[in-house]
């Protein structure tokens, strides 16, 4: 049965607010950031925490379309444009929906072969100077990849409108913890054949510190950006699929693996998921969401593509050394 969105036309915003848990026992391991460690803020009922940055909870919601079994998108989202890399062989390097900037990735626009540069930057034809055109912008986005609508993209370079080719986030979240208190704990690395050794050269036993966390609560905010959406100005179909791979991506989220670092394994306390201010909209189930998705992307499929692209040139590191991984991961911050 097609789910009906009518009720969300009313709204701007699609608000939750989810209440989660550590899994076992209270303490849990927030994110840091170098030179300032964890994330901790003043706010009008006590001490609060940031558990998870809304970039790394990008990186997250976009994983949940993503079989890094398969290296290919999931089978509820297939037909959804994206790019994917190869190398010259034809083995998988990475794709739009694993780059930290998505088209913006350097692997398909500084690569010396300039055949996707140009296609892009000829498709973006007419922004170069005066006002950008965003719906023009918006239909070149959803025909390369349609995730760069939803979690945002800056196109930085000159040659593409000067570097002023730039959409936000449509779908964002992030994770708080309010009343938090510090659970100090520690440990030590030990070397059972030269406790005394030279710890430099990683022998000997090294104690450490470390800093936990207790919460009175933790809480998982999301907000679906409707009237983005909506503005993009690309009919009733797009954005119908563009809010139901939304709400798919929020729904595998919570319905997926929360673990979100060794000491950080975190659970949804509710059952039902009611978005705030909505009208009661509660947030469908995976299967549900997964068949109405696939009719969606049936009925944009001709406005979407996905594009293959070879990336040749050498994989080095940063000292010009060979890179033999050849690894195009992102990082956890870098969306």
């Not at 800056?154 to 449509?170: C, D, H, I, N, Q």
């Not at 710890?199 to 609560?217: I, L, M, S, W």
């Not at 997964?290 to 940063?318: N, Q, S």
């Amino acid at each position: 049965m097609t789910l009906d969105l009518g009720i969300l036309d009313a709204h701007a915003r699609l608000l939750f607010a989810i209440p989660v848990a550590p899994l076992q026992g209270q303490r849990f391991q927030p994110t840091g950031f170098p030179g300032l460690g964890a994330a901790t803020f003043r706010a009008p009922g006590g001490d609060s925490l940031l558990v998870e940055s809304a970039q790394s909870m990008a990186n997250r919601l976009e994983a949940t379309v993503w079989d890094p079994d398969a290296n290919d998108v999931v089978a509820a989202a297939k037909g959804i444009s994206h790019v994917r890399v190869v190398r010259p062989g034809g083995g998988f390097l990475t794709d739009t929906i694993l780059e930290a900037h998505r088209l913006n990735s350097p692997y398909l626009l500084e690569a010396s072969d300039k055949a996707f540069f140009n296609t892009l930057r000829d498709a973006l034809g007419g922004l170069d100077s005066g006002p950008i055109d965003r719906r023009r912008l918006a239909q070149v986005l959803l025909r390369f990849d349609v995730g760069s609508l939803i979690h945002g993209i800056f196109l930085a370079k000159k040659e593409l409108a000067g570097g002023r080719l730039r959409v936000a986030r449509a779908l964002s979240a992030f994770i708080e913890a309010d009343g938090v208190r510090v659970a100090a704990s520690g440990g030590v690395k030990n070397d059972h054949v030269n406790p005394s050794g030279d710890t430099k050269a990683g022998f000997g036993n090294v104690p450490f510190a470390r800093d936990e966390f207790t919460a009175e609560r933790i809480t998982l905010y999301v907000n679906i950006d409707l009237a983005q959406l909506r503005g993009y100005g690309l009919g009733t179909n797009v954005t119908r699929l563009l809010t139901l791979l939304s709400l798919y991506k929020v729904r595998g989220l919570v319905d997926g693996n929360l673990r979100l670092r060794t000491a950080c394994d975190l659970g949804v306390t509710i059952d039902q998921i009611v978005a705030d201010r909505s009208g009661g909209f509660a947030l469908p189930s995976l299967v549900t969401l997964a068949a109405d998705l696939r009719v969606a992307i049936d009925a944009c499929r001709e406005v979407m593509a996905e594009t293959v692209v070879t990336y040749a040139d050498k994989i080095v590191a940063a000292k010009g050394e060979s890179d033999s991984g050849g690894d195009a991961g992102d990082d956890d911050d870098g969306n």
